[in-house]
């Protein structure tokens, strides 16, 4: 099987900056794993890297789709697989890099999605019902016909309660059924993880830092220039973190220091997740961020598990 290098972490962790150093090195190409990296427009508040910082290497799954359409986890894992395969034609490495555990999850453990399971009226429904009732009520109702799946879905990432709803409501066999069985399918390619972690008060004073950061390089114009193209609340990219908050300040629900405060309780308590999210995946080479003085030490610490799989750096 071909390799192909998976980089995972928290968000704020350092994964982009990894990402491209290695793929500097390994003659490769990055396929962003970020669900709100692949809305076109939405560059600050999801920390996209801007030409600059790529440093001429080629990214996929940036800038892929308008905010208001709908871009799925099997979307995702369809696209991704189909750049891996041009990556690889072009002799050159696949760096996935991302901090979406659902979409990481759909390539390594080669998940197997339904799309002939639309049922928009369902759908509409159950939105309803979270908007009128709240989140918490739809989310005790996925708890009841699937609690394994409630335990690792937030009750606020509505659109994934709704779509493990769906799936049982047509198939009664609980989502996390659907998963556990598709992966018995063996994976498509050998993916070789490197998860980035570090200590939870460094990471958490890195998160504040890049709201301010931010909140300084535009992000209330970037809204702005959002509303003006017809984007608003009821627009699915628009409830992502960054965006929501200051939705609210614009509206005058908030002052714009309570957005910040609020953002960044939202995407500490976002990066406590994914770490949950991401303990759980098998066969991970964890990078301690610590325990290094410089990038360069960290690309040093990982040249030995690159190497077995005949990656070199």
Not at 157 to 169: D, G, L, P, Q
Not at 246 to 266: H, M, Q, V
Request: proline share 3%.
């Amino acid at each position: 099987m071909d390799n192909v290098i998976v980089i995972i972490g928290p968000t704020a962790s350092g994964k982009t900056k990894l990402a491209i150093e290695i793929a500097k090195r390994t003659n490769g190409e990055i396929i962003s794993a970020d669900s709100m990296q692949v809305y076109k427009y939405m560059d600050i508040g999801t920390a996209k890297p801007d030409e600059k910082e790529r440093e001429g290497i080629k990214h996929y799954l940036i800038d892929e789709v308008a905010p208001d359409e709908e871009f799925s986890v099997a979307r995702f894992q369809e696209l991704s697989l189909k750049y891996i395969d041009e990556i690889l034609n072009k002799g050159k490495i696949p760096i996935v890099a991302g901090g979406t555990g659902l979409y990481i999850n759909s390539l390594i453990y080669n998940l197997e999605f339904s799309d002939t399971i639309c049922d928009w009226e369902l759908r509409k429904k159950l939105a309803d019902e979270a908007k009128e009732k709240g989140n918490e009520y739809l989310h005790n109702k996925l708890r009841e016909i699937d609690p394994k799946a409630a335990e690792n879905i937030h009750m606020n990432n509505v659109k994934r309660v709704i779509r493990a709803i769906e799936v049982y409501t047509h198939t009664n066999k609980p989502i996390s059924v659907h998963q556990e069985e598709s992966r018995k399918n063996p994976p498509k390619h050998n993916f070789i993880l490197i998860g980035i972690t570090m200590d939870r008060e460094k990471l958490y004073d890195r998160i504040n830092k890049r709201v301010d950061m931010m909140l300084e390089n535009g992000l209330v114009r970037e809204v702005e220039k959002l509303i003006e193209m017809g984007y608003d609340k009821s627009t699915i990219a628009m409830q992502g973190l960054g965006y929501k908050e200051i939705l609210s300040y614009l509206k005058g629900e908030i002052t714009l220091e309570e957005a910040a405060e609020i953002l960044k309780r939202d995407t500490r308590r976002y990066a406590k997740r994914q770490m949950t999210w991401f303990k759980r995946i098998e066969n991970v080479y964890w990078i301690n961020k610590d325990e290094f003085d410089s990038d360069e030490e960290i690309i040093k610490n990982i040249k030995y598990c690159l190497a077995t799989s005949g990656i070199f750096l």
